[in-house]
């Protein structure tokens, strides 16, 4: 039987230093977990650019079609600023997503104890914090057709139209109540039904789904106050599930609950695959930060859970990817920082290669 298989698309900046260290983390469990992974390694973003004129390679795309799971770092920087729209690093990043249909994105904000003081909000608030966003991906207003920019009368008009049918609306919120299934049994739902056609028939749907999942507790809320409440009193909330725009915005918002979005992983899950895997492609929230890009100041640790939730929702090892959250935990609460997350205390912040040193050292003691 064959090992599962990992493509890893680096990316741009500091993609290829994160990913380094997951691929670290990788090999530690093939040599002391007998859980090995055929990886192997492909361009994206500027890289893709640089090398091909484009920002997703056709074979890289086929690539990506056949394997378990995609681990992507980052994509972007001020160097392809100046690039024509259609081959900007993150349309490679877009493309892999639409031509995977990674229809639900998952996106979690969980507050580590360590660094509930790192939140911009009261210790209280998000102390504990665990929510899981799942963000419609691959339909919206952001794929919806017609859009461009046109001249009207005497001036330019831009047009972007917000298109959803029933069955994408149907997908994402079953991905949603499964999810509440494994977690406490509570969905909120946010459109802007109010106000929009597509929130109303999001609205719908979602409880047309709900009916399906009598344990789970289905609740609506108008996005606007989805935003106002996560900064309020985000831990009423277990599973938010929304459209690809708003879920955009809120997932961002949720993000900085927790004090850095270094430390934030997220999934991309689509229908499954022959093997009973879903097709998936998992990525840290940060970007490409190319203003550290080589110094060793990267946080790897959203990287490297990005990795724990491909051992959990693609391969199966629930168990595994808890012994890898648990380790990162750990090293936290025993003071290890990068730059990004030093206090007002100061000290020594550990370079890139240190944390992932930490994180190796902590799942050693963890056999």
Same mark, same amino acid.
């Given at each position: 039987?064959?090992?599962?298989?990992?493509?890893?698309l680096?990316?741009?900046?500091? #993609?290829?230093?994160?990913?380094?260290?997951?691929?670290?983390?990788?090999?530690?469990?093939?040599a002391?977990?007998?859980?090995?992974?055929?990886?192997? =390694?492909?361009?994206?973003?500027g890289?893709? $650019?640089?090398?091909?004129?484009?920002?997703?390679?056709?074979?890289?795309?086929?690539r990506?079609?056949?394997?378990?799971?995609?681990?992507?770092?980052a994509?972007? #920087?001020?160097? $392809?600023?100046?690039?024509? !729209?259609?081959?900007?690093?993150?349309?490679?990043?877009?493309?892999?997503?639409?031509?995977?249909?990674?229809?639900?994105?998952?996106r979690p904000?969980?507050?580590?104890?360590?660094?509930?003081? /790192?939140?911009?909000?009261?210790?209280?608030?998000? @102390?504990?914090?665990?929510?899981?966003?799942?963000?419609?991906?691959?339909?919206?207003?952001? !794929?919806?057709e017609?859009? #461009?920019?046109?001249?009207?009368?005497n001036?330019?008009?831009?047009?972007?139209?917000?298109?959803?049918?029933?069955s994408?609306?149907?997908?994402?919120?079953?991905?949603?109540?499964?999810?509440?299934?494994?977690?406490?049994?509570?969905?909120?739902?946010?459109?802007?039904?109010?106000?929009?056609?597509?929130?109303?028939?999001?609205?719908?749907?979602?409880?047309?789904?709900?009916?399906? $999942?009598?344990?789970?507790e289905?609740?609506?809320?108008y996005?606007d106050?989805?935003?106002?409440?996560?900064?309020?009193?985000?831990?009423?909330?277990?599973?938010?599930?929304?459209?690809n725009? /708003?879920?955009?915005?809120?997932?961002?918002?949720? @993000?900085?609950?927790?004090?850095?979005?270094?430390?934030?992983?997220?999934?991309?899950?689509?229908?499954?695959?022959?093997n009973?895997?879903?097709?998936?492609? $998992?990525?840290?929230?940060?970007?490409?930060?190319?203003?550290?890009?080589?110094?060793?100041?990267?946080?790897?640790?959203?990287?490297?859970?990005?990795?724990?939730?491909?051992?959990?929702?693609s /391969?199966?090892?629930?168990?595994?990817?808890?012994?890898?959250?648990? @380790?990162?935990?750990?090293?936290?609460?025993? #003071?290890?920082? =990068?730059?990004?997350?030093?206090?007002?205390?100061?000290g020594?912040?550990?370079?890139?290669?240190?944390?992932?040193?930490?994180?190796?050292?902590?799942?050693?003691?963890?056999?």
């Open positions: 039987m064959s090992n599962p298989s990992i493509l890893i680096p990316g741009d900046g500091i #993609g290829p230093e994160v990913m380094d260290q997951v691929i670290r983390v990788i090999d530690w469990y093939g002391k977990r007998d859980l090995a992974f055929d990886v192997s =390694t492909d361009l994206v973003g890289a893709a $650019y640089d090398a091909h004129g484009v920002p997703l390679h056709d074979d890289t795309m086929a990506a079609q056949e394997v378990d799971a995609v681990l992507l770092g994509v972007g #920087g001020p160097a $392809y600023d100046d690039l024509d !729209f259609s081959v900007k690093p993150e349309r490679g990043l877009l493309r892999l997503r639409k031509e995977m249909d990674l229809f639900s994105n998952l904000a969980q507050c580590f104890d360590a660094l509930a003081d /790192f939140s911009s909000l009261k210790k209280d608030i998000v @102390a504990g914090l665990d929510i899981m966003i799942v963000r419609e991906l691959t339909s919206g207003v952001y !794929f919806g017609p859009r #461009g920019i046109f001249e009207e009368g001036e330019r008009v831009g047009i972007n139209t917000q298109r959803y049918t029933e994408e609306i149907e997908r994402a919120a079953r991905s949603a109540f499964e999810l509440a299934m494994r977690r406490n049994k509570k969905v909120c739902s946010m459109e802007k039904a109010n106000v929009m056609e597509s929130g109303i028939l999001w609205r719908e749907v979602v409880t047309r789904v709900g009916a399906d $999942y009598p344990e789970v289905l609740s609506h809320m996005a106050n989805g935003a106002m409440q996560l900064v309020r009193a985000p831990k009423q909330f277990d599973v938010i599930v929304t459209d725009l /708003f879920g955009d915005i809120l997932s961002d918002c949720a @993000a900085m609950l927790t004090g850095s979005l270094g430390m934030l992983p997220s999934a991309s899950l689509g229908a499954p695959m022959a009973g895997r879903p097709k998936a492609m $998992y990525e840290p929230v940060h970007g490409s930060a190319p203003d550290i890009a080589g110094q060793g100041k990267a946080n790897p640790i959203a990287c490297m859970l990005s990795f724990a939730m491909a051992l959990r929702y /391969f199966d090892q629930g168990d595994e990817a808890a012994r890898l959250e648990t @380790a990162i935990e750990k090293v936290l609460a025993d #003071g290890a920082r =990068t730059a990004d997350l030093m206090g007002p205390e100061g020594t912040p550990l370079s890139t290669s240190e944390m992932g040193d930490a994180i190796l050292a902590a799942l050693d003691a963890s056999v």
